[in-house]
C-alpha cells in the first residue's frame, strides 16, 4: 500500500516486469452492495486523525477514527462480497484502515487488508492473494457499502477507485497506474 524507494536501475527492471500486468490495470470485480445493520459510529463531526498520524482533513474530507462497529461492518461486507462465511476473515491486518468522510458529497469511503482465518478452507486462503485480501469502500450517507476487490498492483487499484482528496488525507500514493 505504500510506496518504496527502489534503486534507479532496478527501477528499469522492475517496469518491465510490472508493465504488463499495469495495461490491463482494472479492478478485479465491479462493486457490490452489501447492506449494513446500522449507520456510521464516527459521525463527520467527531473526525479525528487516525492512529497512523494522517492529517485530520484535506480539500474538506476529514479522516476518521475506525470504531469497533464500523470495523465489523467493513469486514461483514468484504466477506458478503467474496462470497465467504465472516468468520473465514481472521481480522484486519495492522495498520491497513482508513476511513473518511467527504462532507461535499456525503459519502463515507475505506480501505482495509485483512488475513483468512486459518480455518478457513484453502481455496479461500488463495483468494486473499494478489489483492483478493483488499476491500474498497464507498457509502453514500446512510446507505449500503459499495464494495470492489483489490487487485496487483495495490496503488493501481486505490489510485482508480478514490479521489484524489481522499488518497491525500490518507496519505497514499496519488500517481496513476
Known amino acids: 500500500m505504500r510506496a518504496r524507494r527502489v534503486a534507479p536501475g532496478i527501477t528499469l527492471v522492475l517496469g518491465l516486469l510490472v508493465?504488463?500486468?499495469i495495461i490491463g490495470c482494472q479492478s478485479n470485480s465491479a462493486p457490490a452492495s452489501v447492506a449494513t445493520?446500522?449507520?456510521p459510529a464516527t459521525s463527520a463531526a467527531s473526525?479525528?486523525?487516525t492512529s497512523s498520524g494522517t492529517p485530520a482533513s484535506s480539500g474538506g474530507v476529514q479522516n476518521l477514527s475506525v470504531s469497533p462497529e464500523v470495523r465489523g461492518e467493513l469486514i461483514a461486507a468484504f466477506a458478503a462480497r467474496k462470497n465467504i462465511p465472516v468468520d473465514y476473515v481472521a481480522r484486519s491486518s495492522p495498520d491497513s484502515v482508513y476511513y473518511s468522510y467527504d462532507p461535499a458529497t456525503e459519502t463515507y469511503w475505506a480501505m482495509a487488508d485483512y488475513e483468512p482465518a486459518n480455518a478457513a478452507p484453502e481455496?479461500?486462503?488463495?483468494?486473499f492473494q494478489d489483492g483478493g485480501q483488499v476491500g474498497l469502500y464507498k457509502k453514500a450517507g446512510n446507505g449500503q457499502w459499495q464494495v470492489t476487490l483489490g487487485t496487483e498492483p495495490?496503488?493501481?487499484a486505490e489510485v482508480s477507485?478514490?479521489?484524489r482528496t481522499v488518497l491525500?488525507?490518507?496519505s497514499l500514493p496519488k500517481e496513476a497506474c
Do not use: E, H
Open 19 to 21: 508493465a504488463p500486468g
Open 37 to 39: 445493520s446500522s449507520p
Open 47 to 49: 473526525a479525528t486523525a
Open 123 to 127: 481455496a479461500v486462503k488463495v483468494g
Open 154 to 156: 495495490a496503488a493501481c
Open 161 to 163: 477507485f478514490f479521489p
Open 168 to 170: 491525500d488525507v490518507w
